[in-house]
T-cell receptor, first 116, second 116 residues
Framework: AQKITQTQPGMFVQEKEAVTLDCTYDTSDPSYGLFWYKQPSSGEMIFLIYQGSYDQQNATEGRYSLNFQKARKSANLVISASQLGDSAMYFCAMRGESTGRRALTFGSGTRLQVQP | DTGVSQNPRHKITKRGQNVTFRCDPISEHNRLYWYRQTLGQGPEFLTYFQNEAQLEKSRLLSDRFSAERPKGSFSTLEIQRTEQGDSAMYLC??????????????FGPGTRLTVL
């Protein structure tokens, strides 16, 4: 079984500052992938960044970076230089790679509000 | 627009009625997924297809739910004898095996179902 825990229901950040969104996970699969998605009020899930469990380096994608700490089973998303358009729900998700299952398991999300 | 499209975007129905949703994936994407998202929660996996074959179904997919992807292109999700607990956003996603090393899923805008 897989489980994603996002303990921050809501976060505020000032425009141009950095923010960290927490994500912890639990799985028995030795090989897995971790994803972050953004969901604006329009409802569409937008893929942000991916981290494989065997990747040696933390993933980065523009202003997004993933702070991956495998021993602690955490995969926190860091957004640098926040913009007003970053206000949205953010979901952490994982997929086990060993079993061949393709389904993503999502956390309950964090609502980020960027203040001017 | 070459993204995932879903129709209708909104559906209001009375309890006991049948409803059908359609998803058109990104052209040439061979995998298609259905998720359900209730208010304040992350998406929950329902089922997925590779081409026309339905390869995985969640326990959430009761016998009132049926999904098809007859020609490996668009997919339909039907809910029979709707119940108020079926009220949710139904999200469709697609991916292409081998497109990237992590095969991220691209989501559509969703169909919001309200059962009165």
């Amino acid at each position: 079984a897989q489980k994603i825990t996002q303990t921050q229901p809501g976060m505020f950040v000032q425009e141009k500052e950095a923010v960290t969104l927490d994500c912890t996970y639990d799985t028995s699969d030795p090989s897995y992938g971790l994803f972050w998605y953004k969901q604006p009020s329009s409802g569409e899930m937008i893929f942000l960044i991916y981290q494989g469990s065997y990747d040696q380096q933390n993933a980065t994608e523009g202003r997004y970076s993933l702070n991956f700490q495998k021993a602690r089973k955490s995969a926190n998303l860091v957004i640098s230089a926040s913009q007003l358009g970053d206000s949205a729900m953010y979901f952490c998700a994982m997929r086990g790679e060993s079993t061949g299952r393709r389904a993503l398991t999502f956390g309950s999300g964090t609502r980020l509000q960027v203040q001017p | 627009d070459t993204g995932v499209s879903q129709n209708p975007r909104h559906k209001i129905t009375k309890r006991g009625q049948n409803v059908t949703f359609r998803c058109d994936p990104i052209s040439e994407h061979n995998r298609l997924y259905w998720y359900r998202q209730t208010l304040g929660q992350g998406p929950e996996f329902l089922t997925y297809f590779q081409n026309e074959a339905q390869l995985e179904k969640s326990r959430l997919l009761s016998d009132r739910f049926s999904a098809e992807r007859p020609k490996g292109s668009f997919s339909t999700l039907e809910i029979q004898r709707t119940e108020q607990g079926d009220s949710a956003m139904y999200l469709c996603a697609s991916s292409l095996v081998g497109e990237s090393s992590y095969n991220e899923q691209f989501f559509g805008p969703g169909t919001r179902l309200t059962v009165l």
